[in-house]
């Protein structure tokens, strides 16, 4: 997944001094985790805790992701906001904990990971690597490896790459949903527009998942939503009005997304 954001450009400035691009450092609750940088000025704060995202800047240090703020920075509860890592369950499509137990995990930094097939030579990064603890196996019993690299580009556009490898011993298949559940901060909801859905299938989680046809030309949010949209496109763009700004998604291998503004909040799902 890769996410770009474009606003009215801000009057210049002073230089920005040149930092470190990728920092290791203490977060919330003394908890791990690494700082991203461009020398342009866009940032991005990714927890080992979860391999969470919580913080994506832009070249103007303006905020475009919403974390709660009764977010609670301490295991076992997952981060409210950002970008949470469904897996191996998304919401209640399966028998575990709704969403899974990798957000509920601490990751540890992939040192030595194989070639990624997205090139990131000029961009900040991070790879990070889940693997099941003993507790994990008897609750799912799937041994695997998660690899997840958090790379922000020279033009500060946030992408992540996920790669779920099968290490079972015996080689038996296993299947799992998952899904990056983002929450982009918008100024206000009534004021949003997503392009890139329209005439698509989905289903209505607000009506035990019946399956309903899209029929606006771009969905506009004027009552509670919560839906999957089926065989989505590689990009949809999140039109915010009041603050004149676009985050345009593109996505590979995740197939369905989802839509929720309960709580006046606003989340895009991609699984």
Known sequence: MSVSASSPAAAAGDEKQEAAPVRRCKGVNDLDKVVLREVRGSSAEVYLYGGHVTSWK???????LFVSNKAIFKPPKAIRGGIPICFPQFSNFGNLEPHGFARNRTWSVDDDPPPFPVPTSNSAYIDLILKPTEDDLKIWPHSFEYRLRV????????????????????????????????YFKISDIS???????????????????????????????????????????????????????TFVVRKGGLPDAG????????????K
């Open 151 to 182: 790379a922000l580009s020279p033009g500060g556009d946030l992408m992540l790459t996920s790669r779920i490898r099968n290490t079972n011993a015996d080689g038996k298949p296993f299947s799992f949903t998952f899904a990056y559940h983002t």
């Open 259 to 270: 839509l929720v503004n309960a709580h006046l909040s606003f989340c895009l799902l991609l």
């Open 58 to 64: 832009d070249e103007h240090g303006d905020e475009l």
């Open 191 to 245: 004021e949003v527009r997503v392009e890139g859905l329209e005439t698509l299938d989905y289903l209505d989680n607000l009506q035990d998942r019946a399956r309903s046809t899209e029929q606006g030309d771009a969905i506009v949010f004027e009552s509670e939503l919560d839906r999957i949209y089926l065989g989505t496109p590689s990009k949809i763009a999140i039109i915010d009005h009041e603050k004149k700004r």
